[in-house]
């Protein structure tokens, strides 16, 4: 008898112990989707501050367009200063992201993209960033058009891409060697748009 009162205090205790650990488990909530299951859970560029290596990745449709690129994408191209976005928008089609600074055009990081429309916008782009050739178009192998203004106004040097339904822009401060950075920037928001219609 003393046996089977071990046993049975052993099983209470072991069934306490793992009611205390399912009871504090987090997980997902059951009744979330693929669509909130992002926003859902924290993700590094919620939480991101100027150099933190925090990046970007792919956005389904409808998702948050700035998290194309995220902070830690600039500074692993030796783009200093950027931090979490701020995002302004118009739908879910369009974002415009800003990194540091009050804009992209005053020597701040901005990052743009519009979907729908991409034949005016990106005139748009080329009218804004000062760029006057599709000079990129070689370096950014499947889009449509890409050019480059490596010292356009207040300080800024730009790329804008368009590709299908697709158009976006990077600006970053300008320098000796920006071209670099924006190619290897506009590559890896072509290689993550792919939830996006393009």
């Known amino acids: 008898m003393p046996s089977f009162r071990r046993c049975l205090a052993a099983a209470l205790l072991l069934a306490s112990v793992c009611g205390a650990c399912s009871s504090g488990a987090t997980s997902a909530p059951h009744s ?9 859970r924290p993700t590094l560029a919620a939480t991101a501050t100027p ?8 956005v389904a449709a409808g998702g ?10 600039f500074s692993a191209v030796g783009v200093t200063g950027s931090g979490t976005p701020s995002k302004n928008s118009d739908g879910p089609t369009d974002a415009y992201c800003v990194y540091s600074g009050v804009s992209g ?17 990106y005139q748009l782009i080329l009218q804004n960033a000062g760029i006057s050739s599709n000079d990129a178009t070689r370096d950014l192998p499947g889009v449509d058009a890409a050019g480059t203004a490596l010292s ?21 401060p300008t320098s ?6 924006l190619i290897s920037l506009a590559k890896l928001v072509l290689q993550r748009q792919s939830g996006l219609s393009s």
């Open 64 to 73: 948050d367009l700035c998290g194309l690129l995220g902070p830690g994408d």
């Open 176 to 181: 000796a060697g920006a071209r670099a950075p």
């Open 32 to 40: 979330a989707s693929p669509s909130n299951v992002r926003s859902a």
């Open 51 to 58: 150099g933190n290596g925090a990046l970007g990745g792919i």
């Open 105 to 121: 055009a005053s020597g701040g990081i901005e990052f743009d993209i519009f979907i729908g429309d991409s034949a005016s916008m």
């Open 152 to 172: 356009g106004p207040d300080g800024m040097a730009a790329i804008g891409v368009k590709k299908g339904q697709l158009a976006f822009d990077i600006d970053i």
